[in-house]
């Protein structure tokens, strides 16, 4: 059994920086894909960015793409999300998972492949 535990956020103005990180424990952290998902209210959870258990390998979605970066450290059980530019389409509780499937499959971004999840950090982001 793995739990995460997401910190980090926060209120921000539009343009600004936060880091999000999820702390890990219970399992062996380095052998999961991890992942951070959003919500924003009224709308489904999407998938944001993933990275591979060695951190060698990312994907975003196109909408953060230049702009957040992923990355973790397996010494400290710790996944990461630096996020610049923020715009206020940014604002949502944002979620850290972890996945057994190796980070290459096409159905990451689906909520179902995830056997782990935290409870989430508020990220708002004013204009």
């Known amino acids: 059994q793995v739990q995460l535990v997401e910190s980090g956020g926060g209120l921000v103005q539009a343009g600004g920086s936060l880091r999000l990180s999820c702390a890990a424990s219970?399992?062996?952290?380095?052998?999961?894909?991890m992942a951070w998902f959003r919500q924003a209210p009224g709308k489904e959870r999407e998938f944001v960015a993933r990275?591979?258990?060695?951190?060698?390998?990312?994907y975003y979605t196109d909408s953060v793409k230049g702009r957040f970066t992923i990355s973790r450290d397996n010494g400290k059980n710790t996944v990461y999300l630096q996020m610049n530019s923020l715009e206020p389409e940014d604002t949502a509780v944002y979620y850290c998972?972890?996945?057994?499937?190796?980070?290459?499959?096409?159905?990451?971004?689906?909520?179902?492949?995830?056997?782990?999840w935290g409870q989430g950090t508020q990220v708002t982001v004013s204009s």
């Open positions: 998972a972890a996945s057994r499937t190796p980070y290459y499959n096409a159905n990451l971004y689906q909520t179902a492949m995830y056997d782990y």
């Open positions: 990275i591979s258990w060695s951190g060698g390998g990312t």
């Open positions: 219970g399992g062996t952290f380095s052998s999961y894909t």
